[in-house]
């Protein structure tokens, strides 16, 4: 079983910035569709983005387009998520999931996700 481990979570003013991680237990992640989500208090789970592993192509919500930037790093067998200028708005639980796939052609959805993370909390606040 795969298993995802998030990292980098924490409080942030707003504005700031911050880098998640999800580090992969499998060597490799070439076969996997890796997404990022994120629930916040009272509101359902959204997808924020997806990254292919084969590919590098990504999709973002509408939401984070321009502040966040989802990349992958095939020798640590990671996932970033680097989240700048952020809005308390933001705040969240994290969550990193994969799917098997190839390639991204549209925002990943939760249903899908065969593997999560237990998530990273992060907190925009003043």
């Known amino acids: 079983q795969l298993q995802l481990v998030e990292s980098g979570g924490g409080l942030v003013q707003p504005g700031g910035s911050l880098r998640l991680s999800c580090a992969a237990s499998?060597?490799?992640?070439?076969?996997?569709?890796i997404g990022w989500f994120r629930q916040a208090p009272g509101k359902e789970r959204e997808g924020v983005s997806c990254?292919?592993?084969?590919?590098?192509?990504?999709i973002y919500a509408d939401s984070v387009k321009g502040r966040f930037t989802i990349s992958r790093d095939s020798a640590k067998n990671t996932v970033y998520l680097q989240m700048d200028s952020l809005k308390p708005e933001d705040t969240a639980v994290y969550y990193c999931?994969?799917?098997?796939?190839?390639?991204?052609?549209?925002?990943?959805?939760?249903?899908?996700?065969?593997?999560w993370g237990r998530g990273a909390l992060v907190t925009v606040s003043s």
């Open positions: 990254i292919s592993f084969s590919g590098g192509n990504t």
């Open positions: 999931a994969a799917e098997y796939g190839l390639t991204v052609r549209s925002m990943c959805v939760e249903k899908n996700m065969d593997y």
């Open positions: 499998e060597s490799t992640l070439v076969y996997y569709i």
